[in-house]
């Protein structure tokens, strides 16, 4: 193996990222090295793309990108016994410590240290990734490598889709994004009732539609009432998964949950964002913030539920190959596509 690798760079504070060549990261005694198939561009790589306010106040540059992937265990620390070389994996990227009192009841999603691969920590988008054999998910063979780079978007559709039980249920999504629909077919399959997802997006909807079994509503055009009559509702959704960051969407689905209906908050408002809380206070609605994925419950679970029939493939809408990097990053830019692979092989 030569010491350099091609990596998508955040090389400079601009808009961009750049394919250069870097060291193959050193691994230390408890960390394995993995070569890279395939990554998933994410609407956080879309953030350090555009070095907007965030990216800018988080990232240091320069810094590797990525934490979607997907790829084999090369090299393994010397501490490291439980894997081996030639192991396809991906792999949980908040990287976290061992110390903080949440970690040390087992709640390793809620350190507060957590530090991000691609943000905090060189990323995967990259020929090597140095990775704590701690966060290794090993893939069976009934999951492939593109759909191994996009476990960390359908995690956080996981983790936000089983916050409440499901069963039975009404669900509302607001936001017909990729993590948005994913989260749909997840509440399909474990056994809501009827789910209805809304974008202001018709594309998206249109993709909704073809990877589950849903009732998508587009809200500049259609009236989200009209839609709880026709599907015989009485009151009202009974959970809510919000997924657009957007105010106007949980301000509706507020108003369209049952009283002592269920949310999940898993979009990331802009900023501040106004909020009726005597609304809330008055429906008696619980909220729960979701973070991430549960480490390592969510990868358990999700990895079950793929073998199990969850197919959420036709959320790919783009593959390139690494050097048509750009044409990925326009892909998402646009506004029009569902998950982006890059194929790194
Ligand atoms: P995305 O930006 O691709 O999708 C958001 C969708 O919301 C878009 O299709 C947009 O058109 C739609 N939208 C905008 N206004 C709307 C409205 N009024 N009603 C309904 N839909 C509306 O995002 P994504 O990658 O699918 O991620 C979903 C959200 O989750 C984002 O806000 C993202 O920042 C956030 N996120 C949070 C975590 C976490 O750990 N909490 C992790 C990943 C992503
Ligand atoms: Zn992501």
């Known amino acids: 193996m030569s010491n350099q690798m091609k990596a998508l760079v955040k090389a400079k504070p601009e808009v961009g990222l750049w394919l250069e060549r870097a060291p193959v990261p050193e691994i230390g005694h408890d960390d394995v090295l993995i070569r890279i198939k395939k990554t998933g561009i994410c609407g956080t790589d879309i953030h350090i793309w555009n070095w907007d306010e965030w990216a800018a106040h988080t990232v240091p540059v320069p810094m590797i990108t990525g934490h979607e992937f997907a790829g084999e265990i090369v090299e393994i620390g010397r501490d490291v016994h439980d894997l081996s070389i030639g192991q396809r994996c991906s792999g949980e990227g908040h990287l976290i410590g061992k110390t903080s009192r949440q970690s040390r009841a087992g ?39 593109e759909i191994g780079a996009i476990l960390d978007p359908l995690g956080n559709a996981v983790h936000t889709a089983l916050s409440f039980d499901l069963i039975g249920e009404d669900v509302l999504i607001t936001g017909a994004g990729p993590i948005g629909i994913m989260a749909a077919a997840v509440a399909r399959h474990v056994g809501a009732r009827h789910v209805v997802i809304t974008d202001v997006n018709q594309d998206r909807l249109d993709l909704a539609g073809q990877v589950a079994d849903v009732v998508p ?20 959704f ?11 969407a949980l301000d509706q689905m507020v108003e369209s949950l049952v009283m002592g209906g269920r949310i999940a908050l898993l979009g990331i408002p802009p900023g501040k964002s106004p909020v009726d809380w005597s609304r809330i206070v008055f429906k008696a609605i619980t909220i729960k913030g979701v973070y991430g994925r549960e480490i390592f419950e969510t990868w358990y679970k999700m990895i079950a539920m793929l073998e199990n029939g969850l197919d959420v493939r036709k959320v790919i809408t783009h593959r390139f190959a690494v050097d ?9 830019l646009s506004g029009q596509s569902g998950k982006v692979v890059l194929d790194w092989t």
């Open 107 to 145: 709640k390793f999603h809620l350190d507060p240290g957590t530090r991000g691969i691609g943000v905090n920590e060189q990323g995967a988008f990259a020929e090597y990734l140095r990775l704590p054999a701690f966060n290794v998910v090993p893939l069976s063979d009934a999951i492939d490598d």
């Open 217 to 236: 509503v587009n809200v500049t055009t259609q009236d989200l009432a009209e839609t709880v009559s026709n599907l015989k509702m009485k009151q009202g």
């Open 238 to 248: 009974d959970v809510g998964l919000e997924m657009s960051g957007n105010q106007r």
């Open 324 to 332: 048509d990097f750009r044409d990925g990053f326009a892909a998402m």
